[in-house]
């Protein structure tokens, strides 16, 4: 009796939470940890059907950069990243659409209509469909020099990697009110029709501003932001976040995901939130609990 009340308390605590969040759009980047393992797999297939479920309006953004260094290491070609960055010509350019927008995109769609069984639904789409993400291909000069990281000129030439210019987010609305979750893979096109490869977190931050999202949610392999004593930070406002940046505190790959975060904030998303993918219903436990689990960000 006493587990059957614990989990009666349980719903009771997520109540207001879900009555807050209902009919409000939550936009997740999915990717790491939380993609490559089976059980962690399940588990946001869950989260995410459970959202829909409850009447909130989940969009997935994901990854898949080690699927895209598998196949092209199966294919004998080498991957190349120039600060942190893949090197991405015609050739590998042809690759990632292949795996981000083929295999990738499609294994998260099944497995979300598996769980779904017939009543949650999910349909894939990468940035081409319905003119989602319009691209340019990337500065690589101005994006390295806003990392903080100085490189000389002639290593910069990154192929088809890019940068949002603009989303279009009508086929996003257009999904979300006929019950489907959309899943997007990061992949532009510019009006020349290139395509190219793109920063899941940058494109994550983005959508979530087009939509003007509630939360936008990065699933990652940490436990959070961490302080200068390298404790894990619950909750943090942008002026701490832009100060732990100069002072080197925040560094590295954490960076632009942190500028991600920051973008999105600053163009009317409510609030971002870094979580640790490798926890099993990180998601419902972040938004539906008192206490979070990760690193809630906020103006």
Same mark, same amino acid.
């Given at each position: 009796m006493e587990k059957l009340i614990e989990k009666a308390n349980i719903l009771l605590e997520a109540l207001p939470y879900i009555?807050?969040?209902r009919g409000k759009t939550l936009v997740i980047k999915y990717g790491g940890n939380a993609m490559d393992k089976a059980d962690l797999r399940d588990a946001f297939?869950?989260?995410? !059907?459970?959202? $829909? /479920?409850?009447?909130?309006? *989940?969009v997935i953004v994901h990854g898949g950069g080690p699927q895209i260094g598998n196949y092209l290491k199966?294919?004998?070609?080498?991957?190349? /990243?120039? %600060? +942190?960055?893949?090197?991405?010509d015609k050739e590998t350019m042809d690759i990632v659409e292949m795996v981000l927008g083929g295999l990738v995109n499609k294994?998260?769609?099944?497995l979300i209509n598996k769980v779904g069984d017939g009543h949650v639904k999910a349909v894939g789409i990468t940035g081409k469909d319905a003119n989602l993400i319009k691209a340019r291909k990337l500065d690589a000069d101005e994006y390295f020099r806003s990392m903080?990281? /100085?490189?000389?000129?002639?290593?910069?030439?990154?192929?088809?990697?890019? =940068?949002?210019?603009?989303?279009?987010?009508?086929?996003?609305?257009?999904?979300?009110?006929?019950g489907f979750i959309p899943v997007i893979a990061p992949i532009g096109y510019d009006g020349e029709g290139n395509a190219y490869n793109i920063n899941a977190d940058f494109v994550a931050s983005t959508v979530a501003s087009?939509?003007?999202?509630?939360?936008?949610? /990065?699933?990652?392999?940490? =436990? %959070?932001?961490k302080n200068e004593k390298g404790e894990t930070v619950s909750t943090i406002?942008? *002026?701490?976040? =832009?100060?732990?940046?100069?002072? +080197? !505190?925040?560094?590295?790959?954490?960076? *632009?995901?942190? $500028?991600?975060?920051?973008?999105?904030?600053?163009?009317?998303?409510? $609030?971002?939130?870094?979580?640790?993918?490798?926890?099993?219903?990180? !998601?419902l436990l972040e938004i539906f609990t008192k206490e979070g689990i990760g690193t809630e960000i906020s103006i």
């Amino acid at each position: 009796m006493e587990k059957l009340i614990e989990k009666a308390n349980i719903l009771l605590e997520a109540l207001p939470y879900i009555s807050n969040f209902r009919g409000k759009t939550l936009v997740i980047k999915y990717g790491g940890n939380a993609m490559d393992k089976a059980d962690l797999r399940d588990a946001f297939a869950q989260d995410i !059907v459970m959202l $829909k /479920f409850i009447g909130i309006n *989940p969009v997935i953004v994901h990854g898949g950069g080690p699927q895209i260094g598998n196949y092209l290491k199966k294919m004998g070609l080498e991957s190349k /990243f120039i %600060g +942190g960055l893949r090197v991405t010509d015609k050739e590998t350019m042809d690759i990632v659409e292949m795996v981000l927008g083929g295999l990738v995109n499609k294994s998260i769609v099944q497995l979300i209509n598996k769980v779904g069984d017939g009543h949650v639904k999910a349909v894939g789409i990468t940035g081409k469909d319905a003119n989602l993400i319009k691209a340019r291909k990337l500065d690589a000069d101005e994006y390295f020099r806003s990392m903080g990281d /100085f490189r000389p000129s002639e290593l910069l030439d990154l192929g088809h990697v890019g =940068e949002v210019e603009k989303i279009n987010p009508e086929i996003i609305n257009f999904l979300d009110s006929g019950g489907f979750i959309p899943v997007i893979a990061p992949i532009g096109y510019d009006g020349e029709g290139n395509a190219y490869n793109i920063n899941a977190d940058f494109v994550a931050s983005t959508v979530a501003s087009a939509l003007k999202a509630e939360k936008v949610i /990065f699933l990652t392999d940490i =436990e %959070g932001l961490k302080n200068e004593k390298g404790e894990t930070v619950s909750t943090i406002t942008i *002026p701490e976040i =832009e100060r732990m940046i100069e002072e +080197g !505190v925040i560094k590295g790959g954490m960076i *632009p995901k942190m $500028k991600a975060c920051i973008n999105a904030i600053k163009n009317g998303v409510g $609030k971002a939130h870094i979580l640790d993918g490798r926890v099993e219903h990180c !998601v419902l436990l972040e938004i539906f609990t008192k206490e979070g689990i990760g690193t809630e960000i906020s103006i």
